[in-house]
T-cell receptor, first 112, second 113 residues
Framework: SQQGEEDPQALSIQEGENATMNCSYKTSINNLQWYRQNSGRGLVHLILIRSNEREKHSGRLRVTLDTSKKSSSLLITASRAADTASYFC????????????FGAGTQVVVTP | DGGITQSPKYLFRKEGQNVTLSCEQNLNHDAMYWYRQDPGQGLRLIYY???????QKGDIAEGYSVSREKKESFPLTVTSAQKNPTAFYLCASRGDRDSGELFFGEGSRLTVL
């Protein structure tokens, strides 16, 4: 079963707007990671947030983590057409340290 | 350049045939992973290996087999026992042991005719 569930499944915005997507998970985690996938390509790691962190920034990316609600959000500010991709959250559970479990992803389309 | 190389990128096979997907990394990473991705779905873990000569089943190992004879290589065989093998297969290796960040190859798309 999927550990992470992203919401929404799809998001369509215009360049310059912000894009926000959410991830919920079920069990205790060591960290949560966000990845990006361009169509037909491999995944690329974007940002990692540890279970004892609440917010993290990297360039135009902002990630939050609420362990009490078992949820995370990824915000992309000032979106560009090149941000069009699928975004996945992945959790590293405390009870299965060697594995990352991925959600179904949010497909983001940014139109010029 | 360091990275993960998967081959072939596209593969077609007839029902009843076994096929092997190659995954090679020159990142000197100990752990390697195989994931399967179906349209509109996330990644599901097939097998993973944390060290040479050792590997563990993931969530959907049935119909698949792997070997890990060298640190650089983690080939995946899709056997005829896999009932629905058409999918996009992704290989990854783990960088930092503490964080668990994964580095992915470009994937192999298998189509069963």
């Amino acid at each position: 079963s999927q550990q992470g569930e992203e919401d929404p499944q799809a998001l369509s915005i215009q360049e310059g707007e912000n894009a926000t997507m959410n991830c919920s998970y079920k069990t205790s985690i060591n960290n949560l990671q966000w990845y990006r996938q361009n169509s037909g390509r491999g995944l690329v790691h974007l940002i990692l947030i540890r279970s004892n962190e609440r917010e993290k920034h990297s360039g135009r990316l902002r990630v939050t983590l609420d362990t009490s609600k078992k949820s995370s959000s990824l915000l992309i500010t000032a979106s560009r057409a090149a941000d069009t991709a699928s975004y996945f959250c992945a959790t590293r559970r405390t009870d299965s340290w060697g594995k990352l479990q991925f959600g179904a992803g949010t497909q983001v389309v940014v139109t010029p | 350049d360091g990275g993960i190389t998967q081959s072939p990128k596209y593969l077609f096979r007839k029902e009843g045939q076994n096929v092997t997907l190659s995954c090679e990394q020159n990142l000197n990473h100990d752990a390697m992973y195989w994931y399967r991705q179906d349209p509109g779905q996330g990644l599901r873990l097939i097998y993973y290996s944390q060290i040479v000569n050792d590997f563990q089943k993931g969530d959907i190992a049935e119909g698949y087999s792997v070997s890990r004879e060298k640190k650089e290589s983690f080939p995946l065989t899709v056997t005829s026992a896999q009932k629905n093998p058409t999918a996009f297969y992704l290989c990854a290796s783990r960088g930092d042991r503490d964080s668990g960040e994964l580095f992915f190859g470009e994937g192999s798309r298998l189509t069963v005719l």
